[in-house]
C-alpha cells in the first residue's frame, strides 16, 4: 500500500519535472532561434495532429485558413482558440487547451496559419 503511493508520487514529479524541462527547452530555443510557422508547429506537437494539406485528427491548417479568410477578427481567434482548445467547429473531435503557449507562440501560430489558404 505504502509503496504503491510513493511509487506514485515518483512518477508524478517525474512528469512535472520532465514539462519543466520540456518547457524551459522550448523557450530557450525560442530565445535563440525565434522560430516561427512550420518549425514552431512541429516543436509545440501540432503536427501530430494536423497536416497543412490533409485532414486527420484535426483540420488541415489550409482549410483553417481558407475558412477565415478575409474575417477581420481572425488572427486573434485564432490565438485563443489555439490556446483554450476547440469544439465542435469542425468536428466531433475537440482539440485539447494548448496550456505550454505563450500568448506570443499563440498569436504567432495563428498568424501563420493564416498564411496557409
Ligand atoms: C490532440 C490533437 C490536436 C493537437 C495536438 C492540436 N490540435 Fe488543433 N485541432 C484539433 C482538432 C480535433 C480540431 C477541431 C476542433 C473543433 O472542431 O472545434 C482542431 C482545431 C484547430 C484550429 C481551428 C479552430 C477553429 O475554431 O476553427 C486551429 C487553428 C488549430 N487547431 C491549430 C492548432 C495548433 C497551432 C496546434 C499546436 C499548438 C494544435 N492545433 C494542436 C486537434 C489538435
Redesign the pocket.
Known sequence: MKQKSQAKNKTATLAAALTLTFGLAASDAQAQNGPGGLAL?QQ???M???SVTRTF???A?RD?AA?YAGKPDAQNY?AH??AEG??????M????A?TQ?SPGQAAT??SW?LTLK
Open positions: 508547429a509545440q506537437n501540432c501530430s495532429c494536423h485528427m484535426g483540420p491548417l483553417v475558412k485564432l482558440k489555439i476547440s469544439s465542435g467547429v469542425w468536428g473531435v475537440p482539440m485539447p494548448n503557449l501560430l495563428a496559419i
